[in-house]
Nanobody, 125 residues
Framework: QVQLVESGGGLVQAGGSLRLSCAASGISLYNTAMAWFRQAPGKEREIVAS????????YYTDAVKGRITMSRDNGKNTVSLQMNNLKMEDTAVYYC??????????????????WGKGTLVTVSS
């Protein structure tokens, strides 16, 4: 059974930082493309960052490029999302997602197969 569990969300002031983590079980990150999506109230779910199974160079959407860093630790079977200089528009539920054997960057919700339950990030003014 594949399980993805996010942690690290919370309330932070604009300009602050948070680090989200995703612990995976039932699947090996050595062979899995990973992604972080987010969904703000009233908006569609959108990609934040993703990593192919075959390399460690993430894809970042333009909205977060330069402020967010995705990384993975295959030994610990975890991925992280370091978020700096947060803006109010970053407020959303952040989801960890995965697709085994996918040698590309997930960019759409339909590109992935497994989802975590999400962790809420709220950025205040």
């Amino acid at each position: 059974q594949v399980q993805l569990v996010e942690s690290g969300g919370g309330l932070v002031q604009a300009g602050g930082s948070l680090r989200l983590s995703c612990a995976a079980s039932g699947i090996s990150l050595y062979n899995t493309a990973m992604a972080w999506f987010r969904q703000a109230p009233g908006k569609e779910r959108e990609i934040v960052a993703s990593i192919k199974w075959s390399d460690d160079t993430p894809y970042y959407t333009d909205a977060v490029k330069g402020r967010i860093t995705m990384s993975r630790d295959n030994g610990k079977n975890t991925v992280s999302l370091q978020m700096n200089n947060l803006k109010m528009e970053d407020t959303a539920v952040y989801y960890c997602a995965a697709r085994w054997g996918y040698n590309d960057y997930p960019r759409r919700a339909e590109d992935v197969r497994y989802w975590g339950k999400g962790t809420l990030v709220t950025v205040s003014s």
